[in-house]
């Protein structure tokens, strides 16, 4: 009897034993793109692409995004998104991909979260066709800026609308020397650190015909007159701008072809220059960019 006694009070325990647990709770819907939460707010927001896969790897490219990430918070006007891939162009939600994450809000933002995209890539790209749409709605459109960086008038050459879009392609380019520079419009934000002529070290650019100066805010140009006969080849209309300013639709592009070596970014007055730049692109302040007279055509020798 004692021992049927005890059998009987197990019972009610292996029979709790051999009852599953319940069910765990279902995770919580996944957060729609619009969810993403800004840690920045009060604060612009600039995307940096930095895409080298298909172009040159520019040994500038590095420090060029830390001084400008450092630029937009030492003054509390934008925030960075760096990126060396171009995941974020495109104005489509962003999930995971891979076992743990597919289909999954990985906290990541696309252009919609942006107020200009800077632009450290060079070479033919990977875009899709939608996101060379959603790039150039993004400006054109959408109102928000563009920065081309030092190698991106040699960006996307597959893609005739990026040239249009930024003003021009590069044909050629200059060793890396001592050139005189002309400052075409001091009033233009940041370029009145500049004298009215300066010489300046970089790698400057040589523009691909039919480029003129008529086709953009032209602020700085190299000095033709200064230039040795063979260098002065490159262009018979003596047209050689360095950094100009555009208006895309309802967007602005800010091109700045200079910052081939990664000493120029330590310099502080092509820093300010940036930096006003860049805040002239985020909407920040404002300027006119109406296409200002392209150089007078050299005349012949002997007239």
């Known amino acids: 009897m004692r021992k049927m006694f005890l059998l009987a009070g197990l019972l009610p325990a292996a029979a709790l034993a051999q009852t599953p647990p319940p069910a765990p709770a279902a995770p919580p819907p996944m957060m729609p ?3 993403v939460n800004d840690p920045w707010p009060g604060m612009k927001k600039l995307l940096i692409i930095a895409d080298v896969q298909t172009g040159w790897h520019h040994d500038s ?3 060029a995004m830390g001084v400008i990430e450092q630029m937009g918070r030492e003054h509390g006007e934008w925030a960075t998104v760096i990126r060396t891939d171009s995941q974020l162009i495109t104005k489509a939600p962003i999930v995971g991909q891979g076992a743990r994450y597919a ?3 990985v906290n990541a933002r696309n252009l919609d979260q942006f107020d200009a995209v800077f632009y450290l890539g060079s070479g ?3 875009l899709s066709d939608q996101q060379k749409a959603d790039l150039l709605s993004f400006v054109k459109q959408d109102g928000k800026g563009f920065i081309a960086g030092h190698a991106a008038t040699v960006a996307y050459y597959e893609w005739p ?7 021009a392609f590069m044909e050629s380019e200059f060793r890396v020397d001592t050139m005189q520079i002309i400052n075409e419009d001091p009033a233009f934000p940041g370029a009145g650190v500049f004298p009215k002529t300066f010489a300046y070290t970089d790698q400057f650019p040589v523009m691909r015909m039919p480029f003129t100066s008529k086709d953009a805010h032209v602020i700085l140009r190299l000095d033709p007159s200064k230039m ?3 260098q002065r080849k490159t262009r018979a209309d003596d047209d050689f701008p360095l950094v100009w300013a555009k208006s895309y639709g309802k967007g602005r592009v800010y091109n700045l072809t200079i910052g081939h070596q990664e000493q120029v970014w330590d310099d502080p007055k092509f820093r300010e220059m940036a930096h006003q730049g860049i805040r002239w692109a985020l909407g920040l302040v404002d300027a006119k960019v109406d296409p200002p007279a392209p150089p007078a055509p050299r005349r012949p020798k002997g007239k």
């Open 61 to 63: 490219i590095n420090h």
């Open 33 to 35: 793109q619009s969810s």
């Open 228 to 230: 040795t006969p063979q």
């Open 103 to 105: 289909g999954k809000f």
């Open 124 to 126: 033919a790209g990977a």
């Open 161 to 167: 609308e990026f040239t249009q879009m930024i003003g």
